[in-house]
């Protein structure tokens, strides 16, 4: 059992460019989440996802796109990097609404210059 | 979005007990719960209390919900050097399965 399985670990972009950071979990989980995690700022929620076919923005969507096509898969995408989106992001998933966890994924730490 | 704050740092000795605190601005939460971090690895789930409960105990851990105060704390007794870490306070609201996160505390424990 993978648990929710993040991809790339590290990734260096330039500015402008575009990029998916991949979520996968295995655990049929209905909700997903994608979190970015900045020093003294704690985690903060940038989208998420009840269902397949079904997603919503959380605190600070603005640069990301996502997309919710299966179960199984969340991907983010960065349409035009910019470096204030330097950070660690986190992919969580948990089984059902109103459920007591969230399984993380290891992060991708991403550096745009 | 929700405020959810703790201090960021935190220094006991090993053997001592620590205590993490945080507050919450949502009264609307439906759990808390508390998430360990260890450096360049993921987010892992400690323990986590209803918010009509006011403690839960789990081994080493004690957390004490003060819902008049929006006061959270997590007590970890007999402290190790294998606690250090970054500890998350969170709150997730009503049926939403969204997570406010504090900025987390850093506990470094001495030998």
């Known amino acids: 059992n993978a648990g929710v399985t993040q991809t790339p670990k590290f990734q260096v972009l330039k500015t402008g460019q575009s990029m998916t950071l991949q979520c996968a979990q295995d655990?049929?989980?209905?909700?997903m989440s994608w979190y970015r995690q900045d020093p003294g700022m704690g985690l903060r929620l940038i989208h998420y996802?009840?269902?397949?076919?079904?997603?919503d923005q959380g605190e600070v969507p603005n640069g990301y796109n996502v997309s919710r096509s299966t179960t199984e898969d969340f991907p983010l995408r960065l349409l035009s990097a910019a470096p204030s989106q330097t950070s660690v992001y986190f992919c969580?998933?948990?089984?059902?609404?109103?459920?007591?966890?969230?399984?993380f994924g290891q992060g991708t730490r991403l550096t745009v210059v | 979005g929700e405020d959810v704050e703790q201090s960021l740092f935190l220094s006991v000795r090993e053997g001592d007990s620590s205590v993490i605190n945080c507050t919450y601005t949502d009264s609307s939460s439906t759990y808390l719960y508390w998430y360990k971090q260890e450096p360049g690895a993921g987010l892992q789930l400690l323990t986590y209390?209803?918010?009509?409960?006011d403690m839960k105990q789990d081994q080493r851990l004690t957390v004490l919900l003060n819902k008049k105060d929006k006061h959270l704390s997590l007590r970890i007794a007999d402290t190790q050097t294998g606690d250090s870490a970054i500890y998350f306070c969170a709150e997730s609201i009503s049926n939403f399965n969204k997570f406010y996160f504090g900025s987390g505390t850093k506990l470094n424990v001495k030998p």
């Open positions: 969580a998933s948990s089984l059902t609404e109103g459920n007591t966890e969230a399984f």
């Open positions: 996802s009840v269902g397949a076919g079904i997603t």
């Open positions: 655990m049929n989980h209905e909700y």
């Open positions: 209390i209803f918010s009509n409960m």
